[in-house]
């Protein structure tokens, strides 16, 4: 047991924490086969490991009696609650006590805070957060999906040069291709930022094939699409509503007739794969890229 990966997990993190990120640990500690070290708050934790009434042997608590808000300001909780769960979390990916920090707790402090204790990878001036789009029957790697509100043209070249790396050697997708959102696809449209970026990426070695319009992103237009935080983050909100929208509409107009109810019924299993498919909870991790550590 002590060979398998330990995963640090923040226990702290998210609208429903602790109890679903316990749940989900205890999940994850038995049918993945890895060891869960949850971090955060022992007490509240303990509790919901009793109200389980689970505690596997590869799960281990580490205390951690502070939490980083939502609507704290990133960079300051970071600096000054040293014993925050996602602090410690983090603290012990540097120290190699874990193999991996898992969080889903206020992205701007996991940003601030790896770039503290992990630093950046040597060339890349801004991690970037990638958000894994599933759709036109494949992955596609959209980002920034929040870390980075504003954009310099060589951050996108330097997110499309790691996303790239990211797809081809994790989802083994041989030479990905690299789009750049835009509001046209000719190489004339857009701000002087995104002008500059698509002549970087022309001249960088990707596999760049141009700008890539907000239509295209969940038609799967390519492999890795490259944008700033504040427009990724709207995109993926928007992706996010519409696919609700789409569910609801259609539960509602199912049982608007009698025979729609049958039909309904008849197609249950493929309503209930197609919500499952686009459920962004199914999807809702992706790896923030550019520091030293996973």
């Keep these: ?34 060891r869960v070290a949850l971090v955060g708050q022992t007490e509240a934790v303990e509790w919901e490991l009793a109200r389980l009434a689970a ?20 960079a300051q909780a970071a ?6 769960s996602i602090v410690v979390g983090l603290r012990m990916l540097k120290q190699r006590e874990a193999d991996a920090f898992v969080s889903a707790g206020n992205t701007g402090a996991i940003m601030a805070g790896a770039i503290m204790h992990l630093g950046r990878v040597r060339g890349i001036e801004r991690p970037s957060l990638v958000g894994l789009l599933p759709f036109a029957g494949k992955l596609t790697a959209f980002l920034d999906v929040g870390a980075n509100a504003d954009a ?19 989802w ?25 970026a698509y002549e970087l990426l022309e001249a960088s070695g990707l596999d760049f094939i ?8 969940p038609l799967g237009g390519a492999d890795v699409i490259v944008t700033d935080g504040f427009t990724g983050n709207v995109v993926v909100k928007t992706m996010e509503g519409t696919a609700d929208l789409i ?43 550019g520091v030293n550590g996973l």
């Design 210 to 217: 141009g700008n890539v319009e907000g239509r295209d992103v």
């Design 79 to 84: 600096r000054q609650k040293k014993q925050s």
């Design 152 to 170: 310099r043209p060589e951050y996108l070249l330097q997110w499309a040069q790691m996303a790239a790396v990211y797809m081809e050697h994790v």
């Design 1 to 34: 047991m002590a060979d398998e990966p330990l995963i640090a997990l923040d226990a702290m993190g998210g609208d429903n924490a602790p109890g679903a990120i316990v749940e989900g640990a205890v999940t994850a500690a038995r049918q993945l086969g890895v």
């Design 172 to 196: 083994k997708v041989e030479r990905p291709s690299v789009g750049l959102l835009n509001i046209g696809e000719e190489e004339s449209k857009g701000n002087a930022v995104v002008q500059e």
């Design 247 to 289: 569910m609801s509409e259609l539960r509602a107009a199912i049982t608007s007739r009698p025979w729609y109810a049958v039909a309904g019924f008849v197609l249950t299993p493929a309503f209930g794969a197609l919500r499952k498919k686009f459920d962004y909870r199914e999807y809702g991790a992706g790896p923030l890229l």
């Design 55 to 74: 505690r596997p042997d590869s799960i281990t608590l580490v205390d951690a009696p502070e939490v980083i808000e939502m609507d704290e300001h990133p």
